[in-house]
């Protein structure tokens, strides 16, 4: 390069890396206003339940939300989470890829109904005694439909569709508000809220599909491929496995403290919870955003780029976590009531620890996309290891506060265990020849093993 060269290098790498900020900027700010629209759409359903039927209808509505979507999860082998994946790949063949993804999202979607349906005299014992076995029944429905609108939203964000994605959180939550007026004209209890749900499920699909249409999503399809089936299947079960982790670190401190404490003290540290939680939507946004992107980049370009933003995206949560600690101490009691002083202590330490979360995010958005979902599940399993021995220590002397204490320290240890992750990856990163990533060095464990094989094209 000669020198007349170099000073017009400078300026264009200068404006590439503006442009990606403010295209990464943008996409976080649309997936945030997605997840708060879902969260002011489910807010409106839930009043709309609890003023038809009460605690026990909003009851019946968390169960048939809930439930269905672990066994949809479950049954669809982490599909979701494995689609941006393979879709973002170059190495494999897309016209084997997309027939293939959308073969198992039927296949999940048939046996969660059918799982459903198996597990039905368990469900009824355990969940629905209350509303009869019909409704229990009746409850497969959902455990069908919510499989596409799960996948679905991963096949948005794996195509590149990243305000489409954004705009399906929304959509999925928002449409059964209407469905569900419309069917209260002459039908209530837990069969409308049923029906409800599934027609918002059918209708979100819908429009997904009509969205995946329009960037020619079905065109050029090939066979589906069994082969490829079951690695797809393989990496979102290792990523599977970090979501239950996720889910058990996050509620563990709950049940504990429920059986230990009792309802009144768990429902003051449910309320702390949920108000600091709120610090994770600008993490959770950009995981969302950055997985598809690391998963189209060579391993080296999105270790570098990683390795850039650990800063800014703990600064970014510790930006949302300070308004929200100035206003802890007079929004809780005046939103709550008095009875909910008690819950402001757990909230700081809440919002102490889950200030890690950006980072959380972040790194757990490049281990997925540089093939490595077991890596994240192993850091998240750190983490609930944490929380469960800092519980069963603290909880039963210090209540809301020792659970409080316990959670906070497993979020920073799960962060600090995928940090290590990070830099293990980068190190092998570093080691790579251009032509593509070399196996892991002998005594790598789980991360030798976790790159999918790419399907060669073909």
Request: glycine fraction near 12%.
């Amino acid at each position: 390069m000669t020198d007349t060269q170099q000073p017009a290098a400078v300026p264009a790498a200068e404006a590439d890396a503006g442009r990606l900020r403010r295209r990464l900027l943008a996409l976080v700010a649309g997936n945030m206003a997605g997840r708060i629209g879902a969260l002011g759409s489910l807010g409106i359903a839930t009043i709309l339940v609890a003023r038809i039927g009460g605690p026990k209808l909003v009851g019946a509505f968390t169960l048939v939300r809930i439930l269905p979507g672990l066994l949809c999860q479950l049954s669809s082998a982490g599909l979701p989470g494995a689609a941006p994946y393979f879709l973002a790949r170059d190495s494999y063949d897309q016209s084997r890829v997309r027939p293939t993804l959308a073969w198992l999202t039927v296949i999940g979607a048939v046996l969660g109904g059918v799982g459903w349906l198996a597990l039905s005299p368990l469900a009824y014992l355990v969940f629905f005694k209350s509303f009869g076995i019909w409704i229990t029944i009746a409850a497969a429905a959902p455990s069908f439909t919510q499989g596409f609108v799960s996948v679905g939203k991963g096949l948005l964000q794996g195509t590149d569709d990243q305000p489409g994605a954004s705009l399906a959180i929304a959509v999925e939550e928002f449409v059964f508000v209407p469905i569900y007026l419309v069917l209260l004209t002459g039908w209530y209890g837990p069969g409308a809220l049923i029906a409800g749900l599934v027609l918002a499920d059918v209708a979100a699909a819908a429009w997904i599909a009509r969205r995946l249409a329009t960037r020619g999503f079905f065109r050029g399809w090939g066979r589906p491929d069994r082969r490829l089936g079951r690695t797809i299947a393989g990496y979102g079960v290792r990523g599977y496995v970090g979501q239950l982790i996720d889910l058990l670190q996050l509620r563990f401190d709950m049940a504990l403290l429920g059986a230990l404490a009792g309802p009144k003290v768990l429902g003051v540290y449910t309320v702390a919870s949920k108000f600091a939680e709120l610090v994770q939507l600008p993490g959770l946004a950009v995981n969302y955003v950055l997985y598809p992107d690391f998963a189209k980049e060579d391993r080296a370009k999105a270790t570098r780029r990683t390795a850039r933003l650990i800063l800014p995206a703990l600064g970014v949560s510790a930006l949302a976590a300070v308004p929200l600690a100035l206003i802890a101490g007079t929004a809780l009691p005046w939103i709550f009531g008095d009875v909910f002083d008690d819950a402001v202590v757990p909230t700081y330490i809440r919002l102490a620890g889950v200030v890690t979360f950006g980072v959380t995010g972040l790194i757990m958005a490049y281990l997925y996309g540089v093939g490595r979902p077991g890596a994240a599940s192993t850091g998240q399993g750190i983490g609930l290891v944490v929380v469960v021995v800092l519980g069963a220590i603290l909880i039963p002397r210090h209540g809301a506060v020792g659970a409080a204490i316990a959670t906070s320290v497993s979020f920073v240890a799960t962060t600090a265990a995928l940090l290590a992750w990070f830099q293990h990856v980068r190190k092998t990163a570093a080691r790579e020849p251009a032509a593509g990533p070399v196996p892991d060095a002998p005594g790598a464990g789980l991360a030798a093993a976790d790159d999918p094989a790419p399907h060669s094209k073909g």
